[in-house]
């Protein structure tokens, strides 16, 4: 077993160890190649700098990739008594490859090797949340292409409003994912800052690299000064878990119109049937339940983000152990936010839309906008006709138009006589054009690090 890091051979009491431990034995599996990637780069730039002997080097390096290949084959385990990823993998190189294995550590604390870690994962999930997003509102294009002219309710209050259209109602969403995604870019942008070499928050003595670690690890800048880059700790966090709360959301919005559209009273949709779960005692039942979780899930992501804010907002500068508490909710969110929007893509993909059903249940009155327009056609001012229209509609008089094309009843720029969906669909091309890329990037530096020499142990 590794011994801990920070042991110094006092005994702690084991309730204690448990308390401060907690689970991250656990969670950190979901870190080990941020870890070693972390530790190969770190190694790597010892060794450039001639404080690490290229024998050692190599020996790391062989052993971090034999680690990263038991990891990968569901081999690699962290035993609670060795507290985090970190202890385990240097626990284990230090039983294979002996001195050099202690040597790793050199330069280095837990607390900037965390922070390396967290943002290689928050950089490498934040992408698997845009790719979902941005497959999502794409799916949304669709819909509304395929159904651009089908009259729809339009809705305030839960109330009717004016006439609206499949087509407007499917891009705003689209719409609305594609500004969740700048979000999610701004926020990988946070993460892109490499942390590695700020140690606890003082620096160290050695001449090491920062630059040339940032530069193996594919980020694209160094936070520089290191009490910031300690002091910063959760702010990267909160900005991804934002940026998911936003999407959550917009996705929380979509489920609703999707679970009241579809259901019998209005009919205006049909869910795929592959989304839809039933009951253990009503054999009819078919319950849209992957709409209420990821409302529900929304809920959850403000929930994380409050997580980090409460436990960061309070502190003083410098590292504190409150910030173990930031990790869960990062490692948790992102996954769930990528989840999230892969559920309503797959549903979205298979919806169905009953136009007889939707345009029946168009109510006159959404018309009386369209009857006040008229009159001002005619050279009323527009507060007159307001009033008249009301008359008209209390005395059940009013004299609604009856046309329904949705090109001669709105003409507004982004209005649902003008969707401007090629636009759409070519903003949304292009954001996926940028994150293959920027994905492509990170993958190729990553790729390079752990292909390095290295020697068998």
Request: hydrophobic share 45%; glycine share 8%; with cysteine.
């Amino acid at each position: 077993m590794a011994r801990r890091l920070w042991d110094k051979g006092d005994s702690l009491d084991p309730d204690i160890l448990a308390y401060t431990v907690g689970d991250d034995h656990l969670l950190d599996l979901a870190i080990v190649e941020e870890d070693c990637w972390g530790s190969l780069a770190h190694s790597a730039m010892l060794a450039e700098r001639g404080l690490l002997g290229a024998e050692d080097r190599d020996r790391i390096a062989a052993g971090l990739r034999e680690i990263l290949a038991e990891h990968r084959a569901g081999r690699f385990a962290i035993a609670p008594e060795e507290e985090d990823v970190h202890t385990a993998i240097e626990g284990r190189l230090s039983e294979r490859i002996g001195e050099a294995g202690r040597r790793l550590h050199t330069g280095r604390s837990r607390n900037d090797q965390v922070l390396v870690d967290l943002r290689l994962y928050a950089k490498r999930r934040l992408l698997d949340v845009v790719d979902e997003a941005l497959a999502l509102a794409s799916a949304l294009c669709d819909l509304a292409a395929a159904h651009e002219d089908v009259i729809l309710p339009g809705y305030t209050h839960l109330r009717q409003a004016m006439p609206s259209t499949v087509g407007l109602w499917a891009a705003g969403h689209a719409e609305l994912i594609e500004g969740d995604v700048a979000a999610l870019r701004d926020a990988y942008r946070a993460c892109d800052a490499s942390p590695l070499g700020s140690a606890a928050g003082f620096g160290t003595p050695l001449p090491l690299d920062r630059d040339r670690t940032a530069e193996l690890l594919g980020f694209s800048r160094l936070q520089v000064n290191v009490q910031a880059v300690q002091s910063s700790r959760g702010k990267a966090e909160a900005q991804a878990l934002f940026a998911c709360t936003l999407l959550g959301g917009t996705l929380a919005k979509l489920s609703w119109d999707l679970q009241l559209g579809s259901a019998p009273e209005l009919g205006f949709f049909r869910l795929p049937g592959k989304v839809a779960t039933g009951s253990s005692i009503m054999p009819q039942k078919k319950n849209p339940d992957v709409l209420e979780l990821t409302r529900a899930n929304a809920a959850v992501l403000a929930s994380m983000l409050d997580r980090i804010l409460g436990v960061t907002l309070q502190l003083p500068s410098s590292y504190h152990r409150d910030y173990q508490l930031t990790k869960r909710p990062l490692i948790e969110g992102l996954p769930l936010a990528r989840s999230m929007a892969r559920a309503l893509r797959i549903a979205v993909e298979g919806l169905e839309v009953d136009r007889e059903r939707a345009r029946a249940a168009l109510a006159p009155e959404a018309l009386a906008t369209h009857r006040a327009i008229e009159l001002v056609r005619g050279g009323m001012p527009f507060r007159d006709a307001y009033r008249q229209v009301a008359r008209e509609l209390a005395e059940g008089e009013a004299p609604l138009p009856s046309a329904l094309e949705p090109r001669s009843l709105y003409a507004v720029k982004g209005s649902a006589g003008d969707l401007r969906l090629d636009e759409a669909r070519a903003r949304l091309a292009a954001l996926a054009e940028e994150a293959r890329e920027v994905r492509r990037s990170l993958e190729e530096r990553l790729t390079a690090l752990e292909a390095a020499r290295g020697t068998s142990p």
